[in-house]
């Protein structure tokens, strides 16, 4: 992992050699399955935040942070020592990663639905009828107005992705 000497980077190295219960509870899923992940999304997507010296695994992290514990960006930023522009950047960058995945591998018959792993994914359960605009966007990571919309397919997309390679990779 090259992180560097910023509270962000000391937070992920923290995450990664930190108790596997803790790391698979942030997560959901198992740190060698996340390393797996970071590896393929180095080797296949290209990442907009690479001026910003910010890890992969960092990255990854906050996209976590957001989207299992149900963070908002406000929050994100405060704790990964970021600003919101940042953290916004860092977790569209994770998701166009994470389509990218979604385009070049196929997902598992066994894969469970997407439907089953709700309960995972916080940012899922905000998810309410009605809240969606007529455009297909929703409003991700909101807390006093810092969040963004994105389109709600992408979203579904990339995290039926996540599922798919936790589900393919699962150690545990």
């Not at 792993?117 to 409003?139: A, V, Y």
């Amino acid at each position: 992992m090259a992180v560097h000497g910023s509270a962000g980077a000391d937070r992920a190295r923290w995450l990664l050699n930190g108790i596997p219960d803790r790391f698979n509870d942030f997560c959901h899923m198992d740190q060698f399955t996340f390393v797996q992940l970071a590896d393929w999304i180095l080797e296949n997507a290209e990442s907009s935040t690479h001026d910003e010296d910010i890890s992969v695994e960092e990255s990854l992290f906050i996209f976590l942070d957001i989207v299992a514990q149900g963070n908002s960006f406000k929050n994100a930023a405060y704790t990964w020592s970021h600003d919101i522009k940042l953290t916004q950047r860092i977790f569209l960058n994770v998701l166009n990663a994470l389509q990218v995945l979604r385009e070049k591998e196929d997902i598992a018959p066994s894969c469970p639905a997407f439907n089953t792993t709700r309960s995972r994914w916080r940012i899922l359960r905000t998810w309410r009828p009605g809240k969606m605009k007529m455009d297909g966007r929703i409003k991700v990571g909101g807390d006093g107005g810092d969040g963004i919309d994105i389109d709600r397919q992408s979203l579904i997309e990339a995290i039926t992705a996540l599922n798919n390679f936790i589900h393919e990779r699962k150690e545990f």
